[in-house]
């Protein structure tokens, strides 16, 4: 008869918990490289969107309404213009999309009105005859 000692060799165990948790642990690398970082990386994307939303922003919100942004609140929400004289409150967290971009703030010198080329005088000159 065989004694059911002789079936195992000795050390075996310990090699084996590092086998069976490899697998596992190469799982949980994959979830994190495939889902949870892009993931998070939309949630970021979408916070700085939301964080650029300026008054004369063309939005979308996720009841699917398109207007215009009239006046941003400190709470939160948002007055967005839908019809001619038809404002709506809207959270902010409600917006999933920024469609055109408004006029800028009168006084910012970082968006100067381009010059027409007959006004620089580079391509439109014509001389009296």
Known sequence: MISPAY????????GD??????????VFVIFYLLVFRPQQKRMKEHQAM?????RGDTVVTAGGIIGKVMRIGTDGELKI?????VQ??????T???????????K???SKDKEESPAESGANGDKTAA
Request: proline share 6%; aromatic share 4%.
């Open 7 to 14: 079936a195992q060799a000795p050390g075996a165990g310990a």
């Open 107 to 109: 006084g910012d010198a």
């Open 81 to 85: 213009e839908i019809a001619d004289g």
């Open 88 to 93: 709506v409150r809207v959270l902010k967290s």
């Open 17 to 26: 918990i590092f086998g069976m948790l490899f697998p596992l642990i190469l």
């Open 95 to 105: 917006i999933t999309d920024v469609r055109g971009k408004g006029e800028p703030v």
């Open 50 to 54: 939301l964080d650029a939303v300026k």
